[in-house]
C-alpha cells in the first residue's frame, strides 16, 4: 500500500515536499516514481529513483527543480518540488515498480492514492 502526501496551494516559485508511505511490500526491492496527472491529461512521468537510492531519472520539464528521494529505513519516498510553476498543478502519485527507473504507467505494479498540487501564478 502506498500513501502520498504533502500537497497544497503554493504560489508560483514556491516549493513543497511530497511524501509517499509505504507498507505491505519489500521496498528494498521496488523502484520508485512519482507521476503527475492534471485535469484531462494522460498520467504523465515525473521521476524514478532505484532501489537502492543511488540513481534518479526525471522528465525534462522537472529535471533541476524536483528531487526525489528515498529513506529505506522509514520505507517512504519523496519528492522535492522546487521553483514550482502553475503547469506543475496537478495530482501527484507515487509508484512501486519491481524495475528500476522506469517511466511508463504500465511498468509501476502499486499505486498511491495521489495528492493534489496547486501553484498560483
Known amino acids: 500500500q502506498l500513501q502520498a502526501s504533502g500537497g497544497g496551494l503554493v504560489q508560483a516559485g514556491g516549493s513543497l515536499r511530497l511524501s509517499c508511505a509505504t507498507s505491505g511490500l519489500a521496498f528494498s526491492l521496488y523502484g520508485m516514481g512519482w507521476f503527475s496527472q492534471a485535469p484531462g491529461k494522460e498520467r504523465e512521468f515525473v521521476a524514478a529513483?532505484?532501489?537502492?537510492?543511488?540513481?534518479?531519472y526525471y522528465s525534462d520539464s522537472v529535471k533541476g527543480r524536483f528531487t526525489i528521494s528515498r529513506d529505506s529505513a522509514k520505507n517512504m519516498v519523496y519528492l522535492q518540488l522546487n521553483s514550482l510553476k502553475p503547469e506543475d498543478t496537478a495530482v501527484y502519485y507515487c509508484?512501486?515498480?519491481?524495475?528500476?527507473?522506469?517511466?511508463?504507467?504500465?511498468?509501476?505494479?502499486?499505486w498511491g492514492q495521489g495528492t493534489q498540487v496547486t501553484v498560483s501564478s
Open positions: 509508484a512501486a515498480g519491481r524495475g528500476t527507473l522506469y517511466s511508463r504507467v504500465s511498468q509501476y505494479d502499486y
Open positions: 529513483i532505484s532501489w537502492s537510492g543511488d540513481r534518479t
